[in-house]
């Protein structure tokens, strides 16, 4: 079983910044990839970046240039870096992580003000 432990989110006024940190714990032979998903209220969860661990990335147009992802595979642990947030980062993150199967998160929440 393979439990996704995040950390970070929280309130930060626009332009601001902040780091959503997630491990993976419990028996895992090899992660196949990692990362973080949003949901905003009344819309579907989508992806923001996720890494591969040969170390591929993926991105989501809204967050290119300001977001960037980073993985550690011997801990197996992705980080999420924010920048210049804006309003419309607004959404519950959630950690996401593939090995035989999808794991999720809990969900973090990441609230940015105007």
């Known amino acids: 079983q393979v439990q996704l432990v995040e950390s970070g989110g929280g309130l930060v006024q626009a332009g601001g910044s902040l780091r959503l940190s997630c491990t993976a714990t419990?028996?895992?032979?090899?992660?196949?990839?990692m990362g973080w998903y949003r949901q905003a209220p009344g819309k579907q969860r989508e992806l923001v970046a996720s890494t591969s661990m040969s170390g591929d990335t993926k991105y989501a147009d809204s967050v290119k240039g300001r977001f960037f992802i980073s993985g550690d595979n011997a801990k197996n642990m992705v980080n999420l870096h924010m920048w210049n947030l804006n309003p419309e980062d607004t959404a519950v993150y959630y950690c996401w992580a593939t090995w035989l199967q999808d794991y999720w998160g809990q969900g973090t929440q990441v609230t940015v003000s105007s």
């Open positions: 419990g028996t895992i032979f090899k992660l196949n990839a």
